[in-house]
Every structure is written in structure tokens, then in C-alpha cells.
């Protein structure tokens, strides 16, 4: 079993900051890809941001230029630095962690979610 825990979280005025991080542990051999993603009331789910064990990142468009996903694989952890909030970035963010649990069986894992709130 994983455990996947989710930090960073808060309230912050539009243009300001926050950095969330999400730390793995428990049974894991490897992990592929660790992934931040955003979810408001009614609507699906987005992806946000990816980084995979091979140093690859992604982002959503809407965030590009403003966040920042890094890594440290030493601490099976991933950061999100969000700069230049915006009252749409409001959500709760979900950590997504696609975990290894030997050289050939996957399963991934979720965070509890962590709620950032940008007032304008």
C-alpha cells in the first residue's frame, strides 16, 4: 500500500504564491510519474502538471508560465510552485502518484487534496 500526502494549501490574494507538496511512501519499488491536478465544484478533474522519472514536464495551458512542477526522487516527492495566482486557479489539487510496486506491476494513487483559495 501507498500513502500519498498532500501539503501547501491556503488562502492567497490574486498575484501571490503558494507551493504545495505531496510526499509518497510505503511499498514502493519505482515511481513513473507524479502528477498535480485541480477539480471545482461540478466540473471534471484537470491535469495540471506532470513530471515523469525520466525529468519530463508538462502543463495545462491555462497554467504554463505560471507554475513550476519539480521533483525530488530521493524523497519520493513533487512540489507545485504556483506563481502569479489567479482567482481561477481557486480548486482543491490533487496529488496523483503512478507507483511501481515491482519491476512490472503499476497501480496509482491519490491524495486527499489540499484547497487553495486566490481572492481577488
Known amino acids: 500500500q501507498v500513502q500519498v500526502v498532500e501539503s501547501g494549501g491556503g488562502l492567497v490574494q490574486a498575484g501571490g504564491s503558494l507551493r504545495l507538496s505531496c510526499a509518497a511512501s510505503?511499498?514502493?519499488?519505482?515511481?513513473?510519474?507524479m502528477e498535480w491536478y485541480r477539480q471545482t465544484p461540478g466540473k471534471q478533474r484537470e491535469l495540471v502538471a506532470t513530471?515523469?522519472?525520466?525529468?519530463?514536464?508538462n502543463y495545462a495551458d491555462s497554467v504554463k508560465g505560471r507554475f513550476t512542477i519539480s521533483r525530488d526522487n530521493a524523497k519520493n516527492t513533487v512540489y507545485l510552485q504556483m506563481n502569479s495566482l489567479k482567482p481561477e486557479d481557486t480548486a482543491v489539487y490533487y496529488c496523483?502518484?503512478?507507483?511501481?510496486?515491482?519491476?512490472?506491476?503499476?497501480?496509482?494513487?491519490w491524495g486527499q487534496g489540499t484547497q487553495v483559495t486566490v481572492s481577488s
Open positions: 496523483y502518484v503512478d507507483v511501481y510496486h515491482t519491476n512490472w506491476y503499476r497501480e496509482g494513487y
Open positions: 513530471t515523469t522519472n525520466g525529468g519530463s514536464t
Open positions: 510505503g511499498s514502493i519499488f519505482s515511481i513513473k510519474a
